[in-house]
């Protein structure tokens, strides 16, 4: 059974720290491209990051570049999103995405708020 689980989410001030975990199972990681995704109060989901499957190259949101950092551990399932200097407007619920030639496996997502 293919799952995704987003961990990490919680509440951190302004100009705190987090880091996101998405655990995999049901399927062979290293093939798949994976995604961070953000859904906001009142707002769509919208792209954060990127990690590709075959180099490990990765794409930010210019929201978030210098700011956040994708990685990911093949051997253990594991993608990670490091959050750094938070801002009250990164205030979303953070989903993973594994992609394979057009094959979408979602998470159910961890929330973020950034509050004083």
């Known amino acids: 059974q293919v799952q995704l689980v987003e961990s990490g989410g919680g509440l951190v001030q302004p100009g705190g720290s987090l880091r996101l975990s998405c655990a995999v199972s049901?399927?062979?990681?290293?093939?798949?491209?994976i995604g961070w995704f953000c859904r906001a109060p009142g707002k769509g989901r919208e792209g954060v990051s990127f990690?590709?499957?075959?180099?490990?190259?990765?794409e930010y949101a210019d929201s978030v570049k210098g700011r956040f950092t994708i990685s990911r551990d093949n051997t253990k399932n594991t993608v990670y999103l490091q959050m750094n200097s938070l801002k009250p407007e990164d205030t979303a619920v953070y989903y993973c995405?594994?992609?394979?030639?057009?094959?979408?496996?979602w998470g159910k997502g961890t929330l973020v708020t950034v509050s004083s």
């Open positions: 995405r594994a992609s394979y030639y057009g094959i979408n496996y």
């Open positions: 049901g399927f062979t990681l290293e093939y798949y491209a």
């Open positions: 990690i590709s499957s075959a180099d490990g190259s990765t």
